[in-house]
């Protein structure tokens, strides 16, 4: 089993950064495809961002292209998600999840995910 714990998320004002953390326990996540996923009121959860084991693949949902960039430090069994430019619609709260092993790539369907962090609240004020 892999637990997932998020942090990082608050209000902030539109423009400005955040950075979520995701640390996992239990297991190593050296091996697991990683994604950030966030749900507003009312609508289902989305993709924002996957990486691969090793960091070198990344894929970022267009919405948030070129503002948010997802990162992994393995040694630290941590995952980030680092938010700039945050705009009103982001506003959602916020999950990471791991996929076991073993796909190689990204992964970009929430279906696929196995393990889930309790999630973290960003909220963006215009």
């Known amino acids: 089993q892999v637990q997932l714990v998020e942090s990082g998320g608050g209000l902030v004002q539109a423009g400005g950064s955040l950075r979520l953390s995701c640390v996992a326990s239990g297991r190593t996540i050296t091996n697991f495809p990683m994604g950030w996923f966030r749900q507003a009121p009312g609508r289902e959860r989305e993709f924002v961002a996957a990486?691969?084991?090793?960091?070198?693949?990344?894929d970022h949902a267009g919405s948030v292209k070129g503002r948010f960039t997802i990162s992994r430090d393995n040694a630290r069994n941590t995952e980030y998600l680092q938010m700039n430019s945050l705009k009103p619609e982001d506003t959602a709260v916020y999950y990471c999840?791991?996929?076991?092993?073993?796909?190689?790539?990204?992964?970009?369907?929430?279906?696929?995910?196995?393990?889930w962090g309790q999630g973290t609240q960003v909220t963006v004020s215009s």
């Open positions: 999840a791991a996929v076991e092993p073993p796909p190689y790539g990204v992964v970009i369907s929430v279906n696929e995910y196995d393990y």
């Open positions: 990486i691969s084991r090793s960091g070198g693949m990344t």
